[in-house]
T-cell receptor
Framework: DAGVIQSPRHEVTEMGQEVTLRCKPISGHNSLFWYRQTMMRGLELLIYFNNNVPIDDSGMPEDRFSAKMPNASFSTLKIQPSEPRDSAVYFC????????????FGPGTRLTVT | DQQVKQNSPSLSVQEGRISILNCDYTNSMFDYFLWYKKYPAEGPTFLISISSIKDKNEDGRFTVFLNKSAKHLSLHIVPSQPGDSAVYFCAASAGTDKLIFGTGTRLQVFP
């Protein structure tokens, strides 16, 4: 079975450009999470969805960040405009409704903003 | 404000010995705890978990201990193997889908 799929795996962009990260959750999972990993703060939850509906976006750092989940098999995280401090690894994770809190992570997207 | 803390950024252990990774939390509402393991260039993978109604959970070489009064949990790996070398994250939930992660501990197991 395919796990969580993220694209691109690496993204290098210039400050001010728009960046879109993509995620395909595991089929049948009804919760989707976006995380950011940095050395200083570890894994931070940005936003999560249940049944395609955003439930908690309190971790989204600024209005420059937005996330959508138009259907059960696809989500995007957009940063516009990007800034150097956004450089990090961004993970998407999904969870089944029958799983007790266990989340399955994708391989991540390493974002570098110059 | 870090609600889940892993105060040791790294740990080095000899193969065959015990590895003990520690995690402290501040939120008394946390009722479920998980450990994740992460290899370079991969996403974290679930390792083991424990509910607050228990004080120990064991799965093969991995055992998690929970001390609620001290707000402390630990992961024991016995015996440690080179393949255990990875970053280990502690995570906690307060009864919702939201997991709060620590900053991770890098474990290196040497021969």
């Amino acid at each position: 079975d395919a796990g969580v799929i993220q694209s691109p795996r690496h993204e290098v962009t210039e400050m001010g450009q728009e960046v879109t990260l993509r995620c395909k959750p595991i089929s049948g999972h009804n919760s989707l999470f976006w995380y950011r990993q940095t050395m200083m703060r570890g894994l931070e939850l940005l936003i999560y969805f249940n049944n395609n509906v955003p439930i908690d976006d309190s971790g989204m750092p600024e209005d420059r960040f937005s996330a959508k989940m138009p259907n059960a098999s696809f989500s995007t995280l957009k940063i516009q405009p990007s800034e150097p401090r956004d450089s990090a690894v961004y993970f998407c994770a999904s969870r089944s409704g029958t799983s007790v809190y266990e989340q399955y992570f994708g391989p991540g997207t390493r974002l570098t903003v110059t | 404000d870090q609600q889940v803390k892993q105060n040791s950024p790294s740990l080095s252990v000899q193969e065959g010995r015990i590895s003990i990774l520690n995690c402290d939390y501040t939120n008394s509402m946390f009722d479920y705890f998980l450990w994740y393991k992460k290899y370079p260039a991969e996403g974290p993978t679930f390792l083991i978990s424990i509910s607050s109604i228990k004080d120990k959970n064991e799965d093969g070489r991995f055992t998690v201990f929970l001390n609620k009064s001290a707000k402390h949990l630990s992961l024991h790996i016995v015996p440690s193997q080179p393949g255990d070398s990875a970053v280990y994250f502690c995570a906690a939930s307060a009864g919702t889908d939201k997991l709060i992660f620590g900053t991770g501990t890098r474990l290196q197991v040497f021969p």
